[in-house]
């Protein structure tokens, strides 16, 4: 279990996230929405460890940055390493073996060619393996979907699955709403730095409506589209 209090950060005099509470629960996928810039890039990096901020997290898992298995949106790799050798790197990091890479390799990826020449995908598709391959408790996934094809996200639809049934902690953003219906136990929407409506599967509909109303409002009638 993970329990954040009072979590709050800012840059500067901007502050980005004032007084988070959150609860998450081993055996659950979360669901984080928000426009761009609501936060939650930054939430996910207070919780991984990778930014500074003021509250408390509290876990059993300790520390708790040793258990995350963190997906950027972007995921950055150095110019000379082949996709074999950046999840060799990441297994040791966690002193897991990893086991045969080719076989592992369940998104088909060249992994002797240098990661930094992937695709944006193709990019996205190596860290995930490679966390996989760490065996974390706990995942972040900011924004899994983004830029990967359709085969892979019923791939990675799955193993969100999987690391459900194995008792793992998930929690990811996506702008999508239907692959967080399709993975989600609970979503959270953060607004304006706070979580401003958090809803268990049988009011997701709810939710979307409501965003839908606060988002589009009358935009479309604006365009007067003929
Ligand atoms: P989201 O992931 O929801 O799109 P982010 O967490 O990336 O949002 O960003 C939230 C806000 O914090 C934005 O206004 C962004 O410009 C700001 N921000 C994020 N990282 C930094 C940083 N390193 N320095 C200053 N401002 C930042």
Partial sequence: MIQIDSLSKAYGSHIVLRDIRLQFEKGMVYGIVGENGSGKTTLFKCLAGLETCHGHIKSEFNPIKNHIGFLPTDPYFFSKIT????????????????????????????????ASTYSTGMKKKLALTAILLQQNDIYILDEPYNGVDIHSNMIITEIIHSLRALNKVVILSSHIFSTLRDTCDQIHHLRDGQISTSVTRENFDSLEAEMKAYTIGNRIAKLDLK
Avoid: I, W
């Fill in 83 to 114: 996709g074999k050798e950046y999840l060799q790197l990441l297994c040791n990091a966690r002193k897991t073996s990893g086991g045969h890479m080719d076989e592992k390799n369940v998104f088909d990826l060249p992994l002797d060619q240098y």
